[in-house]
């Protein structure tokens, strides 16, 4: 079992920065590849990143290439995102998930309970 706590949404202007945090607790951290996934209003829940469990691998939705970077700490069991060019469309519920396979397409058996993300125009 792992455990997956979101913390570090908030408001923010159009074009300013976020950094979320989730942090893991449980099941051997390294085990596991680790996602950001976003859910808006009346949409359907979306992939953001994906990061490898050594951290040299990456992978990103389309939309958000360029501007968001995922990254992990092994030894404090944490996975980042940090966002940055927040657009109005970045506007969602943003959730962690613990997975097993490769970045590309895990199976992710654990998730967090999600920290708001909202941007002004």
């Known amino acids: 079992q792992v455990q997956l706590v979101e913390s570090g949404g908030g408001l923010v202007q159009a074009g300013g920065s976020l950094r979320l945090s989730c942090a893991a607790s449980?099941?051997?951290?390294?085990?596991?590849?680790m996602g950001w996934f976003r859910q808006a209003p009346g949409k359907e829940r979306e992939f953001v990143a994906a990061?490898?469990?050594?951290?040299?691998?990456?992978y990103y939705a389309n939309s958000v290439k360029g501007r968001f970077t995922i990254s992990r700490n092994n030894a404090n069991n944490t996975v980042y995102l940090q966002m940055n060019s927040l657009k109005p469309e970045d506007t969602a519920v943003y959730f962690c998930?613990?997975?097993?396979?490769?970045?590309?397409?895990?199976?992710?058996?654990?998730w967090g309970q999600g920290t708001q993300v909202t941007v002004s125009s």
């Open positions: 449980g099941r051997t951290f390294t085990s596991y590849t």
């Open positions: 998930a613990a997975g097993q396979g490769s970045v590309y397409g895990p199976r992710y058996d654990y």
């Open positions: 990061i490898s469990w050594s951290g040299d691998i990456t």
